[in-house]
């Protein structure tokens, strides 16, 4: 038996290798060309230090000078002392080129196609199956597009979770004169080829462990439909609420498909929110962070994953200050109109 392991990297690299059941992690990474950090391989320098972020695992020995107890309770690990029992993924806090780690994945896309949802958003799909293998990414993750006949590349989050087919959708925000804005309203058609680099970024799923509050502002929520497509496949999924913002009613997307997520998860909970509302909108309107409810968060510990652009990701981590809210976790992506990029 092999498991599927992601490696996620601080520069946002991920790589995916294959571990042999109860191989040691390190092992595995090496045979596949990926040189992890290592000193004594004896789990006493703490040199080969990750975190298992999803997934199951055993750990041998390890010194308490290398890990602490809270350390392992955080399910911080040592490389060369973890084996690997299901498919996982683990972060590294350094960067991916201290370990020879390669370029990402740089693969042929074809447009299959486009929805214009509305003056400010679109919906691209793209047939990746000219990469002859499954294309692996961790649920919430991005790709960059090369926009055609330019040197422009800009980053978008996957809107679903991998497949065997590698059919990929990505939610995309058009500005007024953006580079991939005006070729997907000017220019893009069905056929047309796109070069794509993945997986890429640090923003995804983590083990679900409690109950999740998921925040999605425009486009954000892309990186939670991949998520939500994935919970929804589990047998008992968690509590999920979803809380998604845009500026104007036509800006929603995917009304159909998150509404379906209610029919196979029953504990899932969607609520749009408009901030700039129609005299006929009748639902929750203004911003996010107006409509978060402090005592309904304070009875169970939670994660918040958030994202979209950075005032809202700023407001609502304020608003979280602000209530003095305890036992959370939180995890964020924040949208960069200038050159779509990632933090």
């Known amino acids: ?70 350390d392992l309770a955080e399910r911080k690990i040592l490389a060369c002392q973890t084996r690997v029992k299901s498919n996982a993924a683990f972060y590294f806090d350094h960067n991916s080129d ?16 486009l929805e214009l949802v509305s003056e400010t958003t679109a919906i691209l799909h793209v047939d990746a199956s000219a990469y002859k293998q499954p294309l692996h990414f961790l649920p919430g993750q991005y790709a960059r597009l090369q926009i055609p006949n330019s040197e422009e590349w800009r980053s978008y989050s996957f809107a679903n979770r991998p497949n ?17 804005s005006n070729y997907l309203r000017e220019h893009c058609e069905v056929g047309q080829r796109i070069f794509m680099e993945a997986p890429l970024g640090s ?44 500026n ?10 998150l509404h379906a997520y209610s029919q196979r998860m029953p504990n899932f909970n969607y ?17 996010i962070q107006d409509h978060l409810n402090k005592d309904q968060l304070a009875e169970h510990a939670f994660d918040m994953y958030l994202c979209g652009p950075p005032p809202m990701i700023e407001a609502v981590k304020s608003w979280l200050g602000d209530q003095a809210l305890q036992n959370y976790r939180i995890y964020s992506e924040k949208f960069l109109q200038s050159n779509n990029s990632r933090v």
């Open 1 to 70: 038996m092999t498991h599927s392991v992601a490696l996620n990297f601080a520069d946002g690299k991920t790589f995916f290798i294959s571990v042999h059941n109860d191989e040691l992690l390190l092992n595995a990474a090496i045979r596949q060309g990926i040189t992890l950090p290592l000193d004594c391989r004896e789990g006493v320098c703490g040199t080969c230090q990750g975190q298992c972020e999803t997934g199951s695992y055993e750990q041998e020995y390890v010194d308490e000078e290398a890990l602490s107890a809270r």
């Open 98 to 113: 201290i370990c020879n780690a390669g370029e990402s994945l740089k693969i042929e896309t074809t447009v299959t196609a």
């Open 164 to 180: 065997a087919n590698n059919q990929l959708q990505f939610l995309i925000r058009l500005l007024p004169n953006g580079v991939m």
């Open 203 to 246: 923003f995804y799923l983590r083990e679900v462990e409690r109950p999740l509050v998921f925040i999605a502002g425009g486009t954000g929520l892309s990186a939670f439909l991949g998520m939500l497509d994935n919970i929804a496949e589990q047998p008992n999924p968690p509590a999920v609420h979803l809380y998604y913002g845009v």
């Open 248 to 257: 104007q009613e036509a800006d929603l997307c995917e009304q159909q498909r």
């Open 271 to 287: 609520q749009p929110i408009i901030s700039q509302a129609s005299k006929q909108w009748t639902g929750k309107t203004g911003y």
